[in-house]
Each structure stands twice: as structure tokens, then as C-alpha cells.
């Protein structure tokens, strides 16, 4: 427990620095599974944005699927999500709302079981950061 939340600490950390920001709601080591419905799109529980030091939205961040899910399908989306800065020169902006660059996952409508992928997330800045998700479908 004191490592997970040490990890989470040292990447909320990196994140401040880089003023891109991961969304609240986010399993920073990316392999929590989420659960899902069978066939039923499923917004992704972790998104990503960016805000200037004024706290305003700037252009959402783009991506690619570096590796799809095995049996189902995702989808880029835009979604509002608060964002989690943590401790450094962008934490007046925790909790402010902004467009964020999600997921949607839908899974084959006959499969249950887990399923998993991962994506490149690309800022405006250049800044590229992986990211992995794994879903368990019910």
C-alpha cells in the first residue's frame, strides 16, 4: 500500500511539472480492471488534459492504439474530467473542469472475461506518454 501510494505520489509529481494532467479518476498503474458490460460502450475511467497556468483548457491531447483490445473494439472521445495536478506550479488547477482525450471500450456482445489494451497519448507540446488499460467484461 505505501508503495502504490508512493508510486502515485512520484507520477502526480511528474505530471505537475509537464502541466499535462491525468483525470481523476485514473488507476495510475493502469492495470486495475475496470468493469464493464458485455457489448455495452464503456467510457474508460482514465482520461488526460492539459491546462495553462491560468487553469484554461489548452488543445486536448491526440492518440493512437499502440495495442487493441483482443475482443472488443476502443474509441478516442472527448469528456469532461477534473484535473488532478497534485503538489507543484499547477495545483490551484486541481479539481478545475476541462475537454479531456478518453476511451470508450466496447467488448464483443458474446465475451466475458478480461481484455486489456494500451495507447500513445501525444500532447501539443510533443510529450508522449503510454498508457495501459485492462477491463473485465460481465
Known amino acids: 500500500m505505501v508503495s502504490t501510494l508512493a508510486s502515485k505520489i512520484s507520477l502526480l509529481v511528474a505530471v505537475a511539472a509537464l502541466g499535462g494532467c491525468v483525470s481523476a479518476d485514473m488507476s495510475l498503474d493502469g492495470k486495475a480492471p475496470q ?8 467510457p474508460m475511467e482514465q482520461s488526460f488534459l492539459t491546462l495553462d ?20 473494439s476502443v474509441r478516442p472521445v472527448t469528456r469532461t474530467s ?8 499547477y495545483r490551484h488547477c486541481n479539481g478545475k473542469l476541462a475537454p479531456a ?38
Open 53 to 72: 497556468k491560468n487553469c484554461r483548457p489548452k488543445a486536448r491531447p491526440s492518440a493512437v492504439v499502440t495495442r487493441p483490445p483482443g475482443h472488443g
Open 82 to 89: 477534473e484535473a488532478i495536478y497534485g503538489p507543484g506550479p
Open 101 to 138: 482525450l478518453a476511451f470508450e471500450y466496447r467488448s464483443k456482445p458474446d465475451y466475458r472475461g478480461p481484455d486489456s489494451f494500451d495507447v500513445r497519448v501525444r500532447y501539443s507540446d510533443g510529450e508522449l506518454r503510454p498508457a495501459s488499460y485492462a477491463v473485465e467484461v460481465w
Open 35 to 42: 468493469a464493464v458490460r458485455a457489448g455495452r460502450p464503456t
